[in-house]
């Protein structure tokens, strides 16, 4: 099974910007759909975006314009810029892909 790491979380102020990179084990991003989710305390855990196997992104309209998908395929790996970050950003963030997750990595927005 591959085996996706998440890193790049940390404590922003809002307004600032972060990039979240998800490494996969083995090139799966160009054979499965991708998906980042996320998870703030006490609340499901939702869909941010997602990535298909063609490179095309898709976003949720709550960070549409704000959060950018990349890849970079000789890496196995995607990236989430995240700009224009708010409070209500703050979550657990997970990349999923092939019904693999990563751990997970924590973003707090925050003055």
């Known amino acids: 099974q591959v085996r996706l790491v998440e890193s790049g979380g940390g404590l922003v102020q809002p307004g600032g910007s972060l990039r979240l990179s998800c490494v996969a084990s083995?090139?799966?991003?160009?054979?499965?759909?991708m998906h980042w989710y996320r998870q703030a305390p006490g609340k499901q855990r939702e869909l941010v975006a997602a990535?298909?196997?063609?490179?095309?992104?898709v976003y949720v309209d709550s960070v549409k314009g704000r959060f950018t998908l990349s890849r970079n395929n000789a890496k196995n790996t995607v990236f989430l810029q995240m700009n224009s970050l708010k409070p209500e950003d703050t979550a657990v963030y997970y990349c999923?892909?092939?019904?693999?997750w990563g751990p997970g990595t924590q973003v707090t927005v925050s003055s």
């Open positions: 990535m298909t196997t063609g490179g095309n992104p």
């Open positions: 999923e892909c092939g019904d693999s």
């Open positions: 083995e090139n799966i991003f160009g054979r499965e759909q």
